[in-house]
């Protein structure tokens, strides 16, 4: 069965400052897709990062970068010059391509990140 | 805004009733998805639905059900609630199979 574990109840950073959310995921399938997704305050889910299991390159999308280590079955997110705007739950969610899971995600229990100014 | 819109966004109601939540996905999005977010449980997906057929099934209690209709709108009916049914339910939508999902505001649900 498929699993997504952020060992990371809860986590500290200065503003400014990068922070990596750990990631790592359990896995039969070959072929499968990585997720990072952040949940602030007021509750909406916001799509964070991809990462798909056959792409060489680790994706980045502005501050936001996936350190995908394929091998390690990791895919941690790395926060660059965080804001105090990036406060929130981060969950990372994993897509497998077999079976009935053919297109939902399965999530981590999250992370809190706490961004001081 | 994701694009996604859910109705309710609260909802307060007792133990036994019924309630329906309503989902409508971005233009074009054939997938809608929902889950429930509890605080012991996390993010639970419960059903999956494309172009108005059920796809995929989570850990949705047989009092749940839900439906997509044929302008791909969505509801999740919860029947005989318990208290244990207080949570967040999402409602989430993607254009393909392996895309990104992308989230509704949630409802909020508060069984008293």
């Known amino acids: 069965a498929q699993k997504i574990t952020q060992t990371q109840p809860g986590m500290f950073v200065q503003e400014k400052e990068a922070v990596t959310l750990d990631c790592t995921y359990d896995?039969?399938?070959?072929?499968?897709?990585l997720f990072w997704y952040k949940q602030p305050s007021s509750g909406e889910m916001i799509f964070l990062i991809y990462?798909?299991?056959?792409?060489?390159q680790n994706a980045t999308e502005g501050r936001y970068s996936l350190n995908f280590q394929k091998a390690r079955k990791s895919a941690n997110l790395v926060i660059s010059a965080s804001q105090l705007g990036d406060s929130a739950m981060y969950f990372c969610?994993?897509?497998?391509?077999?079976?009935?899971?053919?297109?939902?995600?399965?999530f981590g229990k999250g992370t809190k990140l706490s961004v001081k100014p | 805004d994701s694009g996604v819109t859910q109705t309710p966004k609260h909802l307060i109601t007792a133990t036994g009733q019924r309630v329906t939540l309503r989902c409508s996905p971005r233009s074009g999005d054939l997938s809608v998805y929902w889950y429930q977010q509890s605080l012991d449980q996390g993010l639970q997906f419960l059903i999956q639905y494309y172009n108005g057929e059920e796809r995929a099934k989570g850990n949705i209690l047989e009092r749940f059900s839900a439906q997509q209709f044929p302008d791909l709108h969505s509801e999740l009916n919860l029947s005989s609630l318990e208290l244990g049914d207080s949570a967040l339910y999402f409602c989430?939508?993607?254009?393909?199979?392996?895309?990104?999902?992308?989230f509704g505001e949630g409802s909020r649900l508060t069984v008293l």
């Open positions: 969610a994993m897509r497998g391509q077999g079976g009935g899971s053919q297109g939902n995600l399965i």
């Open positions: 990462q798909g299991s056959y792409d060489e």
């Open positions: 989430a939508s993607s254009v393909r199979i392996d895309g990104e999902l992308f």
């Open positions: 896995t039969s399938d070959q072929s499968y897709g």
